[in-house]
């Protein structure tokens, strides 16, 4: 299809309470809107967000899933590392299993 724009996100943080998230993304966008393209995001201090979780009156099961989501992500953080998620037709993927999708941008 043709492409019907481009975002670049060179640098996006956010900071709040434990919760430190970064990402940087190259997407293109089709006809219909849809994104395609990578996402690299990365998080700090994992250890407190989970800590700060254990409080939260969390599901069990959703909290052994955040939990592990959030180690994957703390550990491919290091060193100033990136996690790169791949979009494809308006969802985010890992290693082949779709995580989120995103709406069409029009």
Same mark, same amino acid.
């Given at each position: +299809?043709? *492409?019907?724009?481009?975002? @670049? &996100? ?6 709040? %309470?434990? *919760?430190?998230?970064?990402? #940087?993304?190259?997407?293109? $966008? @089709?006809?219909? %809107? =849809? ?5 690299? &995001?990365? *998080?700090? @201090?994992?250890?407190? *967000?989970?800590? +700060? ?5 969390? !599901?069990?099961?959703?909290? +052994? ?5 959030? #180690? $994957? $992500?703390?550990?491919?953080? !290091?060193? %100033?590392?990136? $996690?790169?998620? #791949? &979009? =494809? @037709?308006? !969802?985010? =993927? ?5 995580? +989120? !999708? ?5």
């Amino acid at each position: +299809a043709t *492409l019907g724009g481009k975002a @670049d &996100v060179a640098q996006l943080l956010l900071n709040w %309470g434990p *919760l430190q998230f970064g990402a #940087t993304a190259d997407l293109t $966008l @089709d006809v219909d %809107g =849809r994104a395609d393209g990578v996402i690299n &995001v990365r *998080l700090d @201090d994992g250890e407190d *967000l989970i800590e +700060a979780m254990l409080g939260s009156g969390m !599901e069990p099961e959703t909290f +052994a899933q955040a939990s592990m989501a959030i #180690t $994957l $992500l703390d550990g491919a953080s !290091e060193d %100033g590392g990136f $996690l790169p998620l #791949t &979009v =494809r @037709d308006g !969802e985010i =993927r890992y290693l082949g299993q779709t995580l +989120a !999708e995103i709406p069409p941008a029009f």
